[in-house]
């Protein structure tokens, strides 16, 4: 079964809210775990792994906490994953072709590889502005009033 980690949804789910603050004052970490329903010590450990990568910073002290290092429009979902989850590999085959005899003929190999550089491709394209101009887009029409998503919505547009 294919399925996104909880750290991945989590670690994506702080970085977007980070990208939509504004104020460019850091947001306290217990603020984001309280808001966006991630346990403290989980998102610790996430935004531990993401400062390292150099993704956020953590500024210590009571008006303290976490921002981002770079511009969102700068930050890919791909840098993301990669950074909490390693390489996006669908496959042990795709990773060691020369571990398969059925390499050059198989043709399932040559369908996850199609599928795994469309996924690369997309989570390249897609970027914290995007989902950060969406994120914001869905929380004015839930406080107006809510509205059902039109069947074909995408991120992968304009």
């Known amino acids: 079964?294919?399925?996104?980690?909880?750290?991945?949804?989590?670690?994506?789910?702080?970085?977007?809210?980070?990208?939509?603050?504004?104020?460019?004052r850091p947001i306290p970490s217990a603020q984001l775990s309280e808001s966006l329903n991630i346990p403290l010590?989980?998102?610790?450990?996430i935004a531990h792994t993401l400062m390292q990568s150099g993704l956020i910073?953590?500024?210590?002290?009571?008006?303290?906490?976490?921002?981002l290092n770079?511009?969102?429009?700068?930050?890919?979902v791909l840098?993301?994953?990669?950074?909490?989850?390693?390489p996006i590999c669908l496959t042990p085959c795709l990773e060691d072709t020369e571990d398969?005899?059925?390499?050059?003929?198989?043709?399932?190999?040559?369908?996850?590889?199609?599928?795994q550089n469309n996924i690369i491709a997309y989570l390249s394209s897609?970027?914290?502005?995007k989902l950060a101009a969406y994120s914001?887009?869905?929380?004015?029409?839930?406080?107006?009033?809510?509205?059902?998503?039109?069947q074909n919505a995408s991120l992968s547009e304009g």
Request: hydrophobic letters at 35%; proline letters at 9%.
């Open 41 to 45: 010590p989980f998102l610790h450990q």
């Open 79 to 86: 840098k993301i994953a990669e950074v909490l989850e390693g």
């Open 100 to 115: 398969c005899p059925r390499n050059e003929i198989c043709t399932s190999r040559l369908m996850w590889e199609e599928l």
């Open 57 to 67: 910073k953590a500024t210590p002290g009571p008006r303290g906490g976490l921002r």
């Open 1 to 24: 079964m294919f399925r996104i980690s909880r750290r991945l949804d989590y670690g994506l789910q702080v970085m977007i809210a980070l990208a939509g603050n504004t104020s460019g």
């Open 70 to 76: 770079h511009p969102p429009k700068n930050i890919t």
């Open 126 to 129: 897609t970027t914290l502005e």
């Open 136 to 150: 914001e887009l869905m929380n004015v029409r839930s406080a107006e009033q809510p509205v059902e998503e039109p």
